[in-house]
């Protein structure tokens, strides 16, 4: 159990000292198998039947260090590590700390407390989350941290998974999250930072993201934006086909394309929306 006094394991420590546990988790993370937090009404019987529940949970955790099987182990301590969290905190560690460095269970209960903690205090969740040991628990957990924080201040978030998130998937992922909540708000300051992106997937889906945000909100603000970027990204015309493909009004399809009054750039998007919908005798691109 080494890994009880890694700073992985302040996880719990720092979480829940100061943190109540929201209904569900956060981002994906999704865990149906955890009971849902009890209501104030309900919190006199939860605390008469919390004896025996510590009791079940104690022996949960002997059985789960018991078992001889690699991924049932993992299993079931993540399961109390789950159940703990309202129940024990000293269990839920311990459990926690059983876990594998960095292993699939681990990385989900931690992507869920980096989540839970940044909504209560994103100053104690960046503190923890740069302690973490493991450099991919790490990183995901000061993504998921950006993304959280981009609610309120986007900028900071962009600078973050700039700054903090190496490059690859995982940034590319924090990257197009962060754009999809900075456009609801300020899409024109969202679109000048996806203009720094390096041309590859990511700033191809963040063009998408913007492109269906901003033009549902202003589509003539967007239509000027899109036609003044004079081919620096090649791929916008193909996103704003995919942001308008994806919209299941025809009638509103036809007034967003027509809000793009440069005809040079509606052509390109007319020759998007019929390379990528079957229905205009294109062909549909493998995914």
Known sequence: MTRFIHRSAAVLLLLLSGCEKKSEPAQGESNPERPAKPTRTERPERAEAEPDAK????????????????????????????????????????????????????????????????????????EWARGLEQAEERSDAISRIAVVISTSDPKRAAALATDEVPEGLMRDRTYVQIVQRWSQSAPADAAQWVTTFPEGKARQAALESL???????????????????????????????????VIPDETVRAKRLAAFTDESFRARVEEALKQTDPASGGSQPSR
């Open 211 to 245: 492109a269906g945000s901003w033009l549902g909100a202003d589509a003539p603000a967007f239509a000027s934006w899109a036609s003044e970027q004079n081919g620096q990204l090649p791929e916008l015309a193909t996103a704003v086909a995919g942001a308008i493909r």
């Open 55 to 126: 009791v079940t949970l104690r022996d949960a955790l002997d059985a789960a260090e018991k078992e001889s099987d690699p991924a049932a182990r993992e299993k079931a301590l993540a399961a109390v590590a789950w159940d703990g969290i309202d129940i024990d905190r000293e269990l839920a560690q311990k459990a926690f700390a059983g876990l594998t460095p960095d292993g699939e269970e681990a990385r989900r209960l931690v992507a869920h407390f980096a989540m839970r903690m940044a909504d209560d205090d994103p100053e104690a969740a960046l």
